[in-house]
């Protein structure tokens, strides 16, 4: 493979070899993992990019996995999220170093928020606002399966986390938590006055064609691949999560926590566009990346402002991992490579699995580099 050096960086060239590398490796991949199904999409510096599959979508039915089939993203999604909060930040709509409490002041929750009266936006943003996660309560799986066809309104979901005692004071430690981005996309609305989701659509996906990611917010998702979350799934209770085209829970809960399905093409895509710097001023898109030790995430890692920064033997990696019953999805700009990569896998089994969806999707930036 040509590699074209400027400015310190390997760019990625013009290779007819490149796809049918990846393709190779993806297959590979499969092979050493043990997952059913995976998709690679690739974007590169020169604005181009395409996709690899592997796979099975359905085991059940023997149907082959296919580029153009949508997958869910997980936790990815906060990165629309907090690109919208930034670009907010830049407006002088919002500040990083707002309270929360005055910022939703009436709601009638406030009083009871953990921390409630502590927490900033910058908090929620990089999770060390202390607010523990609504999705893993008892109690909240068990009323999401029980009512799989219940829209959640995001005062319901922060119902199971209110008077819990927070694990550490706001703005000292660090804890990954959904709730945070729930607030979060509570803020954003009060400050836009539009829903969270017209905001990303009008700011982030048709400004840069991003067709192929929708909102995952409803039980039948056209064009969405089989997804496979394995034994004792508290979710839903079930392995397989579609039938008859039909999630077994409805993902609408996850809302502002993730919240998106796409092709991997397009969430590669969405990757390099925002870390080339197309979505956020300069200046705050470093103030995101300057992130906070995560080591719940690994060594090595930390968490900026919906970032996270990942050491690599490549170099520092900036993006996203995902996860929702079913599907798991990792997806990063490789600076060293001036191109992103994104991995979505139809399966949330790691039991089942041999590695880390992060680290198979280092090993495809390895590939790709040649």
Not at 10 to 33: F, G, I, N, P, Y
Not at 244 to 270: C, H, K, V
Not at 279 to 296: I, K, N, T
Request: proline share 5%; with cysteine; glycine share 10%.
């Amino acid at each position: 493979m040509k590699i074209l050096a400027g400015l310190g960086l390997l760019v990625l060239a013009e290779d007819a070899a490149l796809e049918e590398r990846l393709q190779k490796e993806l297959d590979a991949l499969r092979a050493d993992a043990h997952f059913p199904g995976a998709v690679l999409g690739v974007a590169k510096a020169d604005g181009s990019s395409f996709a690899v599959a592997t796979g099975l979508s359905d085991r059940e039915k023997g149907t082959a996995m296919t580029t153009d089939l949508l997958l869910l993203q997980g936790s990815i999604g906060k990165t629309y999220v907090a690109a919208v909060a930034l670009q907010l930040v830049h407006e002088g709509k919002l500040d990083l170093e707002a309270k929360v409490a005055k910022l939703l002041a009436g709601e009638p929750w406030l009083e009871r928020l953990p921390n409630g009266s502590d927490i900033t936006v910058r908090m929620l943003m990089n999770h060390t606002s202390g607010l523990v996660r609504y999705e893993f309560q008892e109690a909240f799986t068990r009323d999401l399966s029980a009512h799989p066809e219940k829209s959640w309104v995001p005062a319901e979901l922060l119902a199971y986390v209110l008077d819990s005692p927070p694990p550490f004071p706001a703005g000292t430690k660090w804890e990954y938590s959904d709730t945070n981005y729930i607030v979060l996309g509570l803020v954003v609305e009060k400050v836009t006055g539009a829903k969270l989701a017209d905001e990303i659509a009008r700011r982030l996906l048709r400004p840069l064609e991003l067709a192929r990611t929708v909102p995952s917010d409803r039980r039948r998702i056209p064009g969405l691949s089989q997804g496979y979350a394995g034994a004792g799934n508290p979710f839903g209770g079930v392995d397989a999560m579609l039938r008859d085209g039909e999630m077994a829970i409805n993902p609408q809960f996850e809302w502002a926590g993730g919240g998106y399905a796409s092709t991997a093409e397009d969430l590669a895509r969405w990757m390099r566009s925002l870390h080339a710097g197309k979505v956020v001023d300069a200046s705050l898109l470093e103030e995101a990346r300057q992130g906070v030790p995560a080591p719940m995430l690994g060594r090595g890692v930390r968490y900026g402002l919906g970032v996270i920064v990942w050491e690599t033997p490549l170099g520092l990696a900036y993006g996203h991992s995902g996860f929702f019953p079913g599907y798991c999805a990792e997806a990063y700009w490789f600076p060293e490579l001036d191109a992103a990569l994104a991995l979505e896998i139809n399966s949330s089994d790691f039991a089942k699995m041999s590695g880390s969806p992060r680290g198979m999707l280092l090993r495809l930036a390895q590939a790709a580099r040649g």
